[in-house]
């Protein structure tokens, strides 16, 4: 079945500092691909979204493209603020199956000043 | 706007009891989502609804768990009885059916069941 793997945490940057988060999938027909991310003490928010191989989706200075041929969507950021301190949660779906997202675990974001 | 609204948004009861949550989905979203989260199992989509209709509730725990939506803006949530295991943060979220990705969360509830 469908699924989705990403790096654990927590991972605790530095201000200003550069962000990956990994995530790769596993799917059997053509997902969609997103980023949510969970500020505390708050529900899930959709960050960014790609709908097909080679797409890009940013949003708030946050990248992922999505890789078919490495089935991965890393989560990048050129330089972080404390604001950013998160959970991060890479997710797909697939329409063609039904209408659930399959979130990963989450990784916990710190971000020191 | 007033976005998915979730209540309580804390619940403390005793091992044994009837819990009920309730959520009111956006306005004009037809799709609703019933999520639980805790440490150790991450996000576990409970059962979802499209147009009112249950459609999936293969992640429902077992019997003592219950969800219904009687109409667009409404929805519960029950479990009876309540056990310590019980204990998580539960979300309702929603969304458009043809966007169906994206999902409008909740402030959820965090239940602890002694």
């Known amino acids: 079945g469908n699924s989705v793997t990403q790096m654990e945490g927590p991972v605790t940057l530095s201000e200003e500092a550069f962000l990956t988060i990994n995530c790769t999938y596993t799917?059997?027909?053509?997902?969609?691909l997103f980023w949510y991310v969970q500020y505390p003490g708050e529900g899930l928010q959709l960050l960014l979204k790609?709908?097909?191989?080679?797409d890009k989706g940013s949003n708030k200075g946050f990248e992922a493209t999505y890789r078919k041929e490495t089935t991965s969507f890393h989560l990048e950021k050129g330089s972080v603020q404390v604001s950013d301190s998160a959970v991060y949660f890479c997710?797909?779906?697939?329409?063609?199956?039904?209408?659930?997202?399959?979130f990963g675990k989450g990784t916990r974001l710190h971000i020191l000043p | 706007d007033a976005g998915v609204i979730q209540s309580p948004r804390h619940e403390v009861t005793e091992m044994g009891q009837e819990v009920t949550l309730r959520c009111k989905p956006i306005?004009?979203?037809?799709?609703l989502f019933w999520y639980r989260q805790t440490m150790m199992r991450g996000l576990e989509l409970l059962i979802y609804?499209?147009?009112?209709?249950?459609?999936?509730d293969s992640g429902m725990p077992e019997d003592r768990f219950s969800a219904k939506m009687p109409n667009a803006s409404f929805s519960t949530l029950k479990i009876q009885p309540s056990e310590p295991r019980d204990s998580a943060v539960y979300f309702c979220?929603?969304?458009?059916?043809?966007?169906?990705?994206?999902?409008?969360f909740g402030p959820g509830t965090r239940l602890t069941v002694t």
């Open positions: 979220a929603s969304s458009l059916r043809e966007k169906a990705y994206e999902q409008y």
């Open positions: 799917a059997t027909g053509y997902p969609s």
């Open positions: 790609a709908t097909k191989a080679d």
């Open positions: 997710a797909l779906s697939d329409r063609n199956r039904d209408d659930k997202i399959i």
């Open positions: 306005s004009g979203h037809n799709s």
């Open positions: 609804f499209n147009n009112n209709v249950p459609i999936d």
